[in-house]
């Protein structure tokens, strides 16, 4: 009988007290544990129904393996969802370790080796990124299992006993439940080379002396275990079809025909470090240094096979670094499958091996030989450092989510599920904004539904899956393509019924103004709820992909049965086991015990030479990384350190790059910045910088520096030009001049009227009574016309607003051909200013958007431009046009009081000021030009957006370049369908205005002689970042 | 002939069938006891029919909301036929079929009538709830009384509708028809609110209100206040309009927007806009900084315009000096002194514009005042050695220097 395996239940002991207590503080913030939350929850509550509505406007969760989803939903019953998540945590965490043990002593035939093996695995830089950054449970739960199946396997082929099959195949079925890619490409790298494993064991069997296995006798083992092999081949292959049938029918049904989203795991690393430190450096930790010895270990006869696999998992784990995973993978695979998993599964294969070189340096004949050639103290010393870097890793990588989180810090959702049950604001779709990950948590709490979602192989909306967006929820993140999503849900949310949108991120705000929304509270959460008017609510029958009853049932049954029965099949081998209540042999693999011995000392230079290697290459990193990052060691350095400080408003950073002789003091330069507001002040990230250094001299330099800003609205190009110090040794910026201008008094006091509406008078559940309703704003379509400039259809227009009450505009075009079929329609978005007090007019253009990309033969642009416009793609000439026009009361973002102040027409465009007569501080300005041709008719509508702000009382200058529009083509200008509120826009126009002077419009512009027009009219539109 | 064969011998067969089906049934003989047809909405009916016990007798009933059918109690000889209730409360005519083996053997109406014993209730509309003033814009009142059991009263029902505008109440007296009744109440020349309430068997509705809004607007006359005729470019200038108010005297709403088109001396179109309170629009600018004359006009778009106003403002800024160093490299313009030769308010523009000997422009920089002074340093590093050529422009007041950069 042998004595329990102290360093095993040492590694659980360790396990579970140092994971099992970290998940707490870990796993609510990595990238995946929330999804599989949401999976749980829809599981808690509909068990055998395999469609959700919550998210993507309806998916269907038999896109991804169930059981993980099923366990926590099943103990959520117990206490909630979020302790069947730490509880199947803690469960994955065993598994994980005792996994690890049975792989470490099937592969080395030692229990104190495995003891090893599972020791290293608790703090295997691998595993904690895969459990506490990354969340993948399904992975490692799969994973574990696996691990546990292939001594099982082994057993199977070594002895060709059915027991050894019925557990192996029992086990492998809850693999494939729990994920999955993991058994199949388990099958490849791990169960291949297993194989061969077996076969060379049995050769060794048969002819006693490794070094008498050749070729001939491999293919003589081979042949004898060659029965087997294909029945355990067919019967996981059977496994892996069956047990989740439904998925694979649905991916048949439903195949991924997105566009790839970049991944980090694709890149080079070399390029993009950060990827590398996250998708190499960190998984393979400590185990980088001894590359040698492991690649001396696994091309020994023996493990030849798992060599092989080693190799190819290390080389495929290398991304977009070299050519050859892509080459090696195809481009299809290379682009859907995410790279780092190889990388998790060479490492996890390296663990044995790795315990094995701990147990011969800490016990064995490395030691023996350290001590003897290189001194005790030496081997000491060499152990220290081994143990020390191992724990650096294990404490760098726990703290990566500590500094570098990847997630928004935690947000309470409770006020945000009151607010969804509150006044029926379910029976619409939300959008949540810059709420990461975690917007799967709010999906699991609440039956709202959302047009986003945060698993994207299920996404359905073409506007989604046409982009390489993962969420539109984090859409800024994502360039060009992100935002360009998310200014098509914004644009036209009556289509999704989409009228709530909890915003996280202020970055956001201006798209939404712009696009036509308004806020409408800020919760106690500090999230800001924002509203679009005119939506309807969602139908009460929701349209869904059926799946049939049979499927239904095998997904809600199989998963789950398959646990039991490995459980059941199981359970008696470990009773034995654990309790050693009955004798058993020891497995087979047991006898393949090596002795260790006589290890060669070459390697030990090896190895030395090979980590002496990696320290250089490390040194040399940090050196560069240094000089890049040291921020005044050169011109250069810093400038882009200044406007990396501004960037993130590091406003006392930003001032330490000032010339320390400019007499500037910290807190006069703060007054300066928090005086300045604007879209690039306030809602810009920096997306690129070019630094032109000019006439560097000694002790002086002069910098060009040309920003490119991302900016919710458009891509912002703005120049800089700056001075450049060298003093003691470190360069600085000279301080920019200010504008000087003050308004003449201290005090100002402003008039108007401000408006209040309520929902209902009365508290009730009931449906709101028809005279709490309020009476819809007349408004009236003053031109409407389709034209078509530079191939691209507008209909431009004008409008007022001719009612008493201020109005929300929302405006709906709909194109025609001759034949009155329907062409395309689009809403309003930019071109026109939402919202309209009494009687005031504005311009307006609505183009027709096409979802971008939508075949995927076009490029999709490498950078970022969120003006980016994918023109409609007409299959034919639109002729007609129907314009569609609701007005509703407004109340907020009324803000007139912005002036024309100055204007003159000069060679590089016309120069103007705004000037702000108001008490609220103009955050994004924006000017809407009308062109008028000499008959005095609008021909065509511009839009430019001020990317500083008007402060109270203040002026803001201006410079706009009147466009070309001398080709323009005028297509119709017939009236006939402009429907307001539905009902005919001339019938209001005869009623309300009947005498209507049509001289006025023409009175208030310009005379400007352009390319194609005579006159032109300013109108501003003035969003308020912060309104007081 | 044969077509013609099998056409006899089928025609022959049919009306066999036929005839023999009529023949082997029953020929039921109901009689109906019941003689009154005539109901008020509520109150209980049965139908009684005399008829063989052993037919199987059904009645299928139909009125307005749906069709039904009743199964009989027996009782000897007599067929009782209670309708449910939902069939009684509802007013018009309910029709009745009696059944047998699918054969309808007899049929009838029952007329119910609404029940105008107890209380009606009121159900009314009234919309849209802002009418424009002048008489010719309406809301329209729609009531529709109904009994306990809501049935549409009687045809040509009295209902009695009120409104109140001020001091004025007004009763109107119509009648039902198609179910309802309706009014329509026209704007008055006043804006205010009209409150409206109806009333049919002593049963009144509740209370609602139309709001009736001012009509178009009348021209109006705009005037301006600021503290100064001079252009210093830091004062304001505030237009504002007379009490605005449309053909019936009435102040427009509160919020409506008027423009203010201001004309400067070089033809452009500058542009501020007010919001109405209590019927004035106010509106901001800023002064010139150089002389300039005004001519402003204010609009409600499309309904009503102001006179025109014409404005001037003197040149606050009369000269300045400009100091070049030496080495030409440093311009200091200043001092701004302004009309009562004070140090002009900080923020006046300065522009200087550096052409080359070519007169093409190098570079425009633009400064603002600060203690009346403005500096331009043109430093070594931005221009080399040579000829330049400056224009320097400040409130209005252009200068123009050859200078040699060393």
């Known amino acids: 009988m042998k004595k329990t395996n102290t360093l095993l239940v040492l590694a659980l002991i360790v396990g579970i007290a140092f994971h099992g207590s970290a998940i707490f503080f870990t796993l609510e913030y990595t990238y995946d544990a929330l999804i599989h939350l949401f999976f749980a929850d829809h599981y808690a509550n509909s068990w055998f129904e395999p469609w959700d509505f919550r998210w993507y406007t309806g998916f269907t969760v038999q896109a991804y393996p169930p059981l993980v989803h099923q366990a926590i939903g099943l103990l959520s019953h117990i206490g909630g969802l979020k302790f069947g998540l730490f509880t199947v945590g803690l469960l994955a965490i065993i598994l994980f370790i005792t996994g690890a043990y049975r792989f470490g002593v099937l592969i080395t035939g030692d229990r104190k080796i495995g003891g090893y093996t599972a020791l ?116 996981s292959l059977f496994l892996i079809i069956t047990c989740i049938l439904p998925y694979w029918i649905n991916s048949k049904n439903n195949p991924i025909t997105q566009v790839p989203i970049p991944h980090g795991s694709r890149d080079n690393f070399l390029e993009v470090t950060s990827s590398g430190l996250v998708f190499f450096v960190i998984p393979w930790g400590i185990l980088l240094f001894i590359l040698p010895y492991f690649m001396y270990r696994f091309y020994s006869k023996r493990y030849l096979f798992f060599g092989l696999s080693f190799s190819m998992l290390t080389l495929l784990g290398t991304g977009g670094t070299t050519p050859l995973p892509l080459k090696l993978l195809g481009e299809t695979a290379f682009n859907i499958l995410t790279l780092d998993r190889f990388t998790l599964w060479a490492t996890i294969m390296a663990l044995p091996i790795f315990g094995e070189f701990m147990y011969r340096i800490v016990e064995g004949d490395i030691k023996t030989l350290m001590q003897k050639k290189l001194g005790s103290v030496y081997h000491r010393i060499m152990g220290g450092v081994i143990i020390g870097g191992m724990l650096f890793m294990v404490i760098f990588t726990m703290s990566l989510g500590y500094f570098r989180p990847s997630q928004p810090q935690k947000i309470k959702m409770l006020p945000i599920v009151n607010f969804l049950n509150q006044d029926q604001h379910d029976k619409w779709r939300y959008l949540p904004l810059g709420f990461g990950d975690q917007m799967a948590w709010l999906s699991a709490q609440t039956k709202a539904m959302t047009v986003d979602g945060n698993y994207h192989s299920a ?44 915003s996280n991120d202020k970055f956001y705000d201006p798209i939404l103004y712009f696009c036509g929304w308004h806020r409408l509270q800020q919760l106690e959460n500090g999230i800001m709820v924002w509203e679009k008017l005119n939506v309807p609510p969602l139908p009460s029958i929701i349209s869904k992909d059926d799946v049939s009853t049979t499927l239904k049932l095998m997904w809600g049954i199989i998963p789950l049965s398959t646990v039991l029965i490995a459980f059941i099949i199981n359970i008696q081998l ?214 078509q400039l530079n191939g691209q259809y507008s209909i431009i227009g004008e409008l007022q607003n001719v009612d008493d009450v201020p109005s929300d505009v929302v405006l709906k075009a709909t194109l025609y051909n001759d034949d009155n079929t329907e062409l395309a329609n689009f809403n309003a978005k930019y071109h026109i200013k939402h919202k309209l007090m009494p009687k005031e007019t504005t311009p307006f253009k609505i183009n027709f958007e096409g979802i971008a990309w939508s075949s995927t033969k076009d490029t999709i642009p490498p950078t970022f431009n969120p003006d980016e416009f994918t023109p409609i793609s007409l ?65 065509w509508v511009d839009h430019q957006f001020l990317i500083d ?25 017939n009236m006939e369908n402009c429907f307001i509120n539905g009902t005919l826009n001339s019938e209001i126009a005869e009623k309300i205005n009947p005498n209507r002077n049509k001289e006025h419009i023409i009175k208030q512009s310009q005379p400007f002689k352009g390319n194609g027009y005579d006159f032109i009219k300013f109108d501003i539109n003035s969003y308020i970042g912060n309104p007081k | 002939m044969r077509l013609k064969h099998i056409f006899y011998i089928l025609l022959f067969t049919t009306s066999l069938y036929t005839l023999g089906y009529k023949s082997s049934g029953d020929s039921p003989t109901s009689v109906l006891k019941t003689t009154k047809t005539d109901y008020i909405a509520g109150d209980p009916i049965t139908l009684e029919f005399e008829a063989n016990t052993s037919l199987d007798l059904k009645l299928i009933l139909k009125n307005s909301n749906g069709t039904s059918i009743v199964e009989p109690s027996k009782n000897g000889n007599k067929h009782l036929f209670v309708i449910p209730k939902n069939f009684t409360k509802k007013s018009g005519p309910c029709y009745w079929r009696l059944l047998f083996k699918g054969q309808i053997t007899s049929q009838g ?60 109440i007004q009763i109107d007296s119509i009648s039902t028809g198609n179910l309802y009744a309706s009014k329509m109440i026209f704007s008055t020349e006043k804006t205010g609110r009209i409150l409206v309430s109806s009333s049919c068997e002593n049963i009144n509705s509740k209370e609602f209100t139309s709001k009736v809004f001012p009509s178009t607007a009348m021209s109006f006359e705009i005037d301006y206040k600021r503290e100064h005729k001079f252009a210093d470019g830091n004062q304001v200038v505030e237009f504002s309009t007379s009490i605005i108010k449309d053909k019936f005297d009435n102040v427009l709403s509160n919020g409506t927007m008027v423009y203010f088109i201001i004309e400067n001396n070089d033809g452009y179109q500058l542009k501020t806009m007010g919001t109405t309170l209590n019927g004035i629009a106010s509106a901001k600018m800023l002064h010139p900084t150089q002389k300039e004359s005004w001519k402003i006009k204010a609009y409600i778009t499309g309904a009503s315009e102001s006179n025109t106003l014409e404005l001037n403002f003197d040149a606050a800024i009369k000269n300045y000096k400009v100091h070049i160093s030496e080495n030409n490299r440093e311009i200091v313009i200043g001092p701004l002194e302004s009309f009562m030769d004070q140090v002009v308010p900080d923020g006046i ?58």
């Open chain 1, 949 to 973: 702000g008007v402060r109270v009382q203040r002026k803001q200058f201006f410079n706009y370049h009147p466009r070309d529009i001398s080709n323009i083509k005028l297509i119709n200008s």
């Open chain 1, 459 to 502: 996404r359905r909306l073409p506007e989604l899956t046409t982009r390489a967006i993962e969420r539109i929820e984090n859409s800024k993140f994502r360039g060009v393509e992100g935002i360009g999503s998310l200014q098509q849900f914004l644009t036209v949310p009556e289509k999704y019924n989409l009228k709530y949108i909890f």
């Open chain 2, 349 to 406: 523009p300065i522009k200087m514009g550096i052409y080359d000997l070519n007169k093409k422009l190098v570079d425009t920089k633009i400064i603002t005042s600060r203690k009346g002074m403005g500096k331009f340093t043109l430093s070594n590093d931005f221009f080399s050695h040579g000829n330049y050529f400056l224009e320097i422009k400040s409130a209005g007041i252009t200068k123009k220097f050859n200078i040699e950069l060393k």
């Open chain 1, 574 to 787: 470990i009773w034995y086991r654990v309790l050693k209540s009955k004798k058993i042999s020891p497995p087979d693999y047991m006898t393949y015990k090596k002795d260790y011995k006589n290890f060669p000392f070459g390697l030990v230079i090896i190895n030395h030479i090979w980590a002496a290697i990696l320290l250089l290459c490390l040194a040399y990193g940090m050196y560069l990384f240094y000089i890049k990052n040291t921020t005044q060691i050169s011109p250069d350095n810093v400038v882009k350190a200044y406007y990396d400080a501004l960037d993130f408003k590091e406003f006392q950073r930003a001032h330490s790059y000032l010339d320390p002789e400019s007499d500037v003091t910290l807190a006069q330069y703060m007054l300066e910045v928090s005086v300045t507001d604007g879209i690039l002040s306030s809602y810009a990230k920096l997306d690129s910088i070019g630094i032109e250094i000019i006439d560097k001299k000694k002790k002086s330099a002069k910098a060009k520096i040309s920003t490119q800003w991302i900016t919710p609205l458009e891509k912002v190009y703005k120049n800089y030009y700056h001075e450049l110090l060298k003093r003691n040794g470190q360069w600085y910026i000279k301080p920019s001049k200010l504008d000087n201008d003050i308004p003449p008094d201290q005090l100002f006091v402003a008039n108007g009227s401000t408006f209040y509406t309520h929902g209902r008078r009365r508290i009730t559940t009931q449906q709101t009574h028809h005279e709490d309703i309020l009476k819809q704003p007349l408004l009236e379509i003053l031109s409407a016309k389709l034209v």
């Open chain 1, 120 to 235: 290293l695995a608790v703090f295997s830089s691998t595993f904690i990124e895969t459990l506490h950054i990354f969340g993948q449970l399904p992975s490692i739960a799969a994973l574990s299992i696996l691990m546990h199946a292939l001594p099982e396997i082994y057993l199977w082929l070594k002895t060709g006993k059915y027991k050894y099959l019925l557990t192996s195949l029992s086990l492998t079925a809850v693999a494939v439940t729990s994920h999955h890619v993991t058994p199949i490409f388990g099958m490849v790298f791990f169960i291949f080379p297993l194989i061969g494993m077996v076969i060379m064991d049995d050769s060794m069997d048969r002819v006693k002396d490794v070094k008498k296995i050749t070729l001939k006798v491999f293919l003589i083992s081979f042949k004898k275990l060659f029965w087997r092999i294909v029945t355990f081949g067919f019967s």
């Open chain 1, 875 to 939: 299959e034919e000439q639109p002729t007609k046009f129907n314009l569609q026009c609701a007005g509703n009361v407004a109340i907020t973002d009324l803000y007139k009081s912005v002036s024309l102040q100055e204007l003159e027409y000069t060679d590089h465009g016309i120069e103007g000021s705004l000037f702000n007569s108001g008490i609220q501080e103009v955050t994004i300005p924006q000017l809407l030009i009308s062109y008028y041709s000499s008959d005095e008719e609008l021909i």
């Open chain 2, 109 to 168: 109406i029952l007329n119910i009538t609404p029940n105008m014993d107890n209380p009606v209730h009121i159900e009314s509309y009234f919309g849209p709830r802002s009418i424009i003033a002048g008489n010719k814009d309406y809301s329209m009142l729609v009531v529709v009384p109904t009994d306990l059991y809501d049935n549409p009263v009687p045809k040509s029902t009295k209902v009695s509708v009120k409104h109140q505008f001020e001091n004025n």
